[in-house]
């Protein structure tokens, strides 16, 4: 590796932003300990080209013409083999910097000493030529890879997606007084009686909550636009799209999700299948995401229970995290999605473990389970083996300073 | 005092900048910002390496929040950026041609990173273009063992912006009481 040279090596710096030339500058003086320094193009005694950069190839050319005898580094994602050039694969690295340079250092010392036998000899001087590098036979114009295009949005704008607003809208954050405001009270459960905890339960195929999930499931299935008829409002859903459009706000599905259905409100539930070649006008911004629309319902229904035939004595785990930025958010659901990525627990050991009230918990699971992300633990080593507690983080004070921020507190 | 980082990186265009503006205190650092009257005199704009803003904290400690630059023209400063971070945010823009190949070379480029700290993922631009999905990131994601938040957001809201670093703390340890 080099050392701190007396003489840096001067590079210009090619096919590189005023910012990155910058970065550039300040990682030769302080990372590479001054091995070179940037300088304008006249002054450089080495060339420095962003391979990547859409006209490198011009670049390239134009400097092998203007100074034939001035090595050249190349930056690139992709691995090149150029005649008389030196290459650094990205992401460039303080080694793969100094080993070049190193290498440019060595040829320049042979090149003067070749120059310098030869004048003693008095035979007439030779050409000296860079060391040998393996040839590769290149097109007329290499194929210098152009990430940056490559990967620059070509995809056409879904114009009417952007004016399904209903779908991007940010989360809606419930605190512990919003959640009871949001939910109303369950006047026959006390969620500080222990023993009504364990029988705090609601069943989703009594509510609104089990046919749309079931016509969902249907829909999916049968990969067709179905409608869902009931004694309030119809439901469509577009499984293609993963979305569903009903004419109602939250305030009226959220009415209409609490209340358990009777005996004759079941037998008017009716799903068809729409003909999607018959062009309906809808208004766009009622259409909303499928399992976003899913995941009220269930919270709108649990208010705080969890789902029949989830036992809550054995460890659940979620498969991944719920989409939080479009979702309704309840009180603690980060803090519990975080834990239950980690490693399957039970419902009341994570309401001990984050000191969060059960129904918090209850409510969680109950919206995850609609949407399919929470499986309870099958095996049975998942409930004798304690879970080992999670490694705490040095800085866990600050971490809860930045939480703080965050939320406004 | 120590100095502590939230690194926001990927593609160009993905959000970084806008994504710092959101919860940063101070308006972003960011390229050819306009020079401090010390340096006005001889230049009329100042450049500037990475996009950098500052959360301020209660008993006045800061977090640094600095952009990772592009990535093909940029990443020879990210060992550096990396190092005190506290974790990593990677935005990702849906109307890329092929936002996986975005994903995987900055989950693997940021491998060392992501093991000792932790990621989130969001998803930017997903109203001008709502494929891949969220669910589709995920199933790509198992193929690097890795089980982070991915998250739709719209750079510009800072409760999308606020909910994902959330997201980053609270991997690091559930347990954190804010």
Redesign the interface.
Same mark, same amino acid.
């Given at each position: 590796m080099s050392t701190p040279t007396k003489t840096p090596f001067r590079i210009a710096l090619h096919g590189?932003? $005023?910012?990155?030339?910058?970065?550039?500058e300040?990682?030769l003086k302080?990372?590479c300990r001054g091995a070179a320094v940037v300088v304008d193009t006249m002054e450089a005694n080495i060339d420095m080209i962003?391979a990547?950069?859409p006209k490198a190839r011009d670049i390239l050319d134009a400097r092998k013409v203007a100074t034939p005898d001035r090595p050249i580094i190349l #930056?690139s /994602?992709q691995n090149l083999q150029l005649d008389n050039t030196y290459f650094i694969k990205?992401?460039?690295?303080v080694e793969q910097?100094l080993a070049v340079l190193d290498k440019i250092k060595a040829v320049a010392k042979a090149r003067k000493a070749n120059a310098e036998s030869a004048k003693i000899s008095q035979t007439p001087p030779k050409p000296v030529d860079l060391p040998e590098q393996p040839k590769v036979a290149l097109p007329e114009k290499v194929a210098i890879d152009v990430?940056?295009n490559? $990967?620059?949005?070509?995809?056409p704008?879904?114009s009417p997606?952007?004016h399904?607003a209903g779908?991007?809208q $940010?989360?809606m954050?419930l605190n512990e007084g919003g959640f009871t405001a949001f939910l109303g009270t369950l006047s026959n459960v006390d969620f500080d009686d222990e023993t009504q905890l364990l029988t705090a339960c609601y069943d989703p195929r009594q509510y609104f909550l089990g046919y749309v999930m079931s016509a969902y499931k249907t829909a999916n299935l049968q990969s067709r636009v179905l409608q869902l008829c009931s004694i309030w409002k119809p439901l469509t859903i577009f499984p293609e799209?993963?979305e569903i459009w009903v004419d109602a706000d939250d305030k009226q599905t959220r009415a209409f999700a609490g209340m358990p259905l009777v005996k004759g409100s079941v037998s008017n539930m009716v799903l068809t299948a729409v003909d999607a070649a018959i062009p309906i006008q809808r208004a766009e911004d009622k259409f909303q995401d499928m399992s976003a629309f899913i995941w009220k319902l269930a919270i709108w229904t649990s208010k705080g229970r969890f789902p029949i035939g989830l036992d809550i004595q054995r460890p659940v785990f979620l498969e991944?995290?719920p989409?939080?930025?479009?979702l309704v958010?309840t009180p603690d659901a /980060?803090?519990?999605?975080?834990?239950l990525?980690?490693a399957p627990r039970t419902p009341l050991e994570v309401a001990s473990? #984050?000191?969060v009230k059960p129904q918090y918990v209850f409510v969680f699971i109950s919206a995850c389970q609609a949407i399919g992300i929470l499986k309870q633990s099958e095996r049975q080593v998942d409930t004798v083996i304690a879970v080992a507690q999670?490694k705490?983080?040095k800085?866990?004070g600050?971490? $809860?300073?930045? #939480?703080?921020?965050?939320?406004g507190? | 005092m120590s100095q502590y980082k939230i690194i926001f990186t990927g593609p160009v265009g993905a959000g970084k900048t806008t994504a710092i503006n959101a919860i940063s205190d101070v308006p972003p650092v960011k390229t050819d910002a306009a020079a401090s009257d010390m340096t006005k005199n001889r230049k009329a704009s100042t450049t500037v390496a990475m996009d950098y803003g500052v959360m301020n904290l209660a008993g006045g400690e800061k977090i640094h929040l600095y952009g990772t630059p592009g990535q093909e023209r940029f990443d020879f400063m990210w060992d550096i950026l990396t190092m005190g971070g506290i974790g990593l945010v990677l935005l990702l823009d849906n109307t890329r041609a092929d936002p996986f190949q975005d994903m995987k070379f900055f989950l693997d480029t940021f491998g060392k990173f992501i093991n000792d700290t932790s990621v989130a993922i969001g998803v930017t631009q997903m109203d001008l273009s709502n494929k891949p999905s969220i669910e589709d990131y995920h199933q790509q994601l198992q193929g690097f063992g890795l089980k982070p938040p991915v998250f739709a957001v719209d750079a510009r809201e800072k409760n999308d912006v606020s909910l994902l670093v959330q997201a980053l703390l609270y991997s690091l340890d559930p347990g954190l009481a804010g």
């Open positions: 590189m932003d $005023s910012r990155t030339c910058k970065t550039m300040m990682y302080g990372p962003d990547d950069h #930056l /994602l990205k992401p460039v690295n910097i990430y940056v490559k $990967s620059k949005a070509t995809k704008v879904d997606e952007q399904k779908k991007h $940010s989360a954050q799209n993963q991944r995290w989409n939080f930025t479009r958010i /980060l803090r519990i999605a975080a834990l990525i980690q473990l #984050l000191h999670t705490k983080p800085n866990e600050l971490l $809860s300073k930045i #939480l703080n921020k965050l939320r507190a | -």
